[in-house]
């Protein structure tokens, strides 16, 4: 059974950043495409970053690019959204996600399996 668990989410100023983990069980997820999603109040959920297997290919959201920066620790089996120069708009629940495909994707129902969420909130 595959699990994923986020954390790190919070309250941040603008300008600071945040380091967001998902911790994944059940699978190593290192072979698995795996994406960050967020989804703001009373908006469609989005990508924001997404990585193949093993991290070989990446891809991010232009909202985001050059700001948030996907990565893994096959050690921890845990996959990581480091955000950085954080913005008021950048406020969502973000979520992590996997597939049963090894190459990315990226559309919401392109993914099997979901975290819970972690609230991201940024002050301005």
């Known amino acids: 059974q595959v699990q994923l668990v986020e954390s790190g989410g919070g309250l941040v100023q603008t300008g600071g950043s945040l380091r967001l983990s998902c911790a994944a069980s059940?699978?190593?997820?290192?072979?698995?495409?795996m994406g960050w999603f967020r989804q703001p109040l009373g908006k469609e959920r989005e990508l924001v970053a997404a990585r193949n297997w093993a991290g070989v290919g990446t891809y991010y959201a232009e909202s985001v690019k050059g700001r948030f920066i996907i990565s893994g620790d096959n050690a921890k089996n845990t996959v990581y959204l480091q955000m950085n120069s954080l913005g008021p708009e950048d406020t969502a629940v973000y979520y992590c996600a996997t597939t049963e495909s090894g190459a990315m994707r990226f559309k919401v129902e392109e993914y099997d399996y979901w975290g819970q969420g972690t609230q991201v909130t940024v002050s301005s």
């Open positions: 059940g699978r190593t997820f290192s072979r698995y495409a």
